[in-house]
Nanobody
Framework: VQLVESGGGLVQAGESLRLSCEAS????????MGWHRQAPGKERALVAR???????YYAHAIKGRFTISRDNAKNTLYLQMNSLKPEDTAMYFC?????????WGQGTQVTVSS
């Protein structure tokens, strides 16, 4: 499975962005997809995840502000990010996992100015 993210950019605190992740390849083998982020000097961390049954998980830091969704017809995963804060600044990565594999996108940068 190949993943390509888009939608990052530079915004001011309080504004919104929507990230997209288009998947191609063996789409049917995907069990779950998610968004992770990595800020400079920090480890990569899970932001949100959506399972094949639509169940979702959100990290505490973004709960209530971010929404993960997917459009199966477009093979695309989204992350709607509202009320952005400077601490949300990071490289955001899309990931997909199957039974015995995982795949990552190249990342898209999100920068939130105060």
């Amino acid at each position: 499975v190949q993943l390509v993210e888009s939608g990052g950019g530079l915004v001011q605190a309080g504004e919104s962005l929507r990230l997209s992740c288009e998947a191609s390849g063996s789409i049917g083998s995907i069990n779950a997809m998610g968004w992770h982020r990595q800020a400079p000097g920090k480890e990569r961390a899970l932001v949100a995840r959506i399972g094949s049954n639509g169940s979702t998980y959100y990290a505490h830091a973004i709960k209530g502000r971010f929404t993960i969704s997917r459009d199966n017809a477009k093979n695309t995963l989204y992350l709607q990010m509202n009320s952005l804060k400077p601490e949300d600044t990071a490289m955001y990565f899309c990931a997909a996992v199957g039974v015995d594999w995982e795949s990552w996108g190249q990342g898209t940068q999100v920068t939130v100015s105060s």
